[in-house]
């Protein structure tokens, strides 16, 4: 027993210093793709949907279709994107994560009277509407001594009834729609709603398939979209945070 509260003690305080300060992130952590060389990109040869051509005939690059795979960096776009070690990439609207660079436009906090509302207290109901499990491991992660999301007064709760919002994640399938519907309805007004993972946002590498979605359908207003596949914790507390309006508005590096 003496053993174990030595061992305790050594170990000190586990939990992130986030948002004061980030612990650094590992070395091979893939954040934010920078797109280096539109002229040199090649949308065609990508081998996911990150890269398409826009009305401007320049190359396109869209966050939530991401996979942060070692693929898309090196082939499709002849080597020009890449990926930087920026964690911040969560943004309020499905346009905010399309541009030439990969700039990302960050989530813009709630209005005043939602913020007074969820900004210290925000209940959320988990739905995986098709996913392989990957974006559920990183929300469970949320709530371990390290990433301590409670500390910031934000629950997950298990009925829709108690919550205040819902996560959504996977492609949303033919067979989950009517599913994720429901549960949108039967969470009271107002209501916010945080789709996760590229599966969520656009329907991730299961895109094209007969059997998956393309992500939270057109009648389900979203409120915050999470790149990644998975996203890691702390894209979700930075993306969570700014909409609660806990974090300063600021660029994109
Ligand atoms: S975004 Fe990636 S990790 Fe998340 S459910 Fe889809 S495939 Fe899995």
């Not at 060389?37 to 991401?66: E, H, I, K, M």
């Not at 990439?89 to 346009?95: I, V």
């Amino acid at each position: 027993m003496l053993d174990l509260l030595r061992t305790r003690l050594k170990q000190g305080t586990r939990t992130s210093s986030f948002p004061r300060r980030t612990d650094d992130l590992p070395a091979r952590f893939r954040g934010l793709p920078v797109l280096g060389q539109p002229g040199n990109a090649d949308p065609s040869a990508a081998p996911s949907r990150l890269l398409s051509t826009g009305a401007d005939g320049q190359p396109v690059l869209d966050v939530g279709a991401c996979l942060f795979s070692p693929e898309e960096a090196g082939s499709g776009a002849s080597g020009t994107i890449s990926y930087s070690s920026d964690y911040r990439m969560a943004a309020s609207t499905r346009q905010g994560l399309l541009s030439h660079s990969g700039e990302v436009e960050l989530a813009k906090a709630l209005d005043e009277r939602m913020r007074r509302l969820f900004g210290r207290s925000l209940r959320l109901r988990s739905v995986a509407a098709g996913s392989c499990g990957g974006c559920e491991a990183e929300l469970v992660a949320l709530g371990n001594v390290v990433f301590d999301l409670a500390r910031f007064g934000v629950q997950f709760v298990a009925s829709p009834r108690h919550a205040d919002g819902m996560v959504v994640t996977g492609t949303v399938n033919p067979n989950m729609r009517l599913a994720l519907e429901k549960t949108y309805e039967a969470i009271p007004a107002p209501r916010i709603v945080i789709a996760v993972g590229a599966c969520a946002i656009a329907g991730g590498p299961f895109r094209g398939s007969a059997v998956a979605g393309t992500g939270v359908p057109d009648s389900i207003p979203v409120d915050l979209y999470v790149p990644g596949c998975p996203p890691h914790p702390l894209t979700l507390l930075d993306g969570l945070l700014r909409l609660l309006g806990r974090l300063p508005a600021e660029p994109a590096q």
